[in-house]
């Protein structure tokens, strides 16, 4: 059974920067493609970066492309995204979840994905 745990979320300025962190364990992480959802209070979740099993191929959201940026570290079991420019519309509990993938494949929808972490808050205030 995979578990994953998400780490990272904070408090931070509009303009700021965070890392979000997803430790995978249980299993390889280099056999799962990873994605990252976020849900706002009020709002549907939204799905928000995936990477490949290999960490070769990425996709993200037209919301954060340019200011977030997937990625992973396969021999640390570890999948990161990396916030630049936060806005407060990036106010959310930003989840990581996994899909054993045999192909160098990541999808962007959530029903893709078997498992889910806990979640970590993100807030943007000033």
């Known amino acids: 059974q995979l578990h994953l745990v998400e780490s990272g979320g904070d408090l931070v300025q509009p303009g700021g920067t965070l890392r979000l962190s997803c430790g995978v364990s249980?299993?390889?992480?280099?056999?799962?493609?990873i994605a990252w959802f976020r849900q706002a209070p009020g709002k549907e979740r939204e799905w928000v970066a995936c990477?490949?099993?290999?960490?070769?191929?990425?996709d993200h959201a037209n919301s954060v492309k340019g200011r977030f940026r997937i990625s992973r570290d396969n021999a640390k079991n570890t999948a990161y995204l990396q916030m630049n420019s936060l806005k407060p519309d990036d106010t959310a509990i930003y989840y990581c979840?996994?899909?054993?993938?045999?192909?160098?494949?990541?999808?962007?929808?959530?029903?893709?994905?078997?498992?889910w972490g806990q979640g970590t808050q993100v807030t943007v205030s000033s």
């Open positions: 990477n490949t099993r290999s960490g070769g191929g990425f």
């Open positions: 249980g299993s390889t992480l280099s056999n799962y493609a």
């Open positions: 979840a996994a899909r054993l993938e045999p192909n160098d494949a990541c999808y962007s929808v959530a029903r893709e994905y078997d498992y």
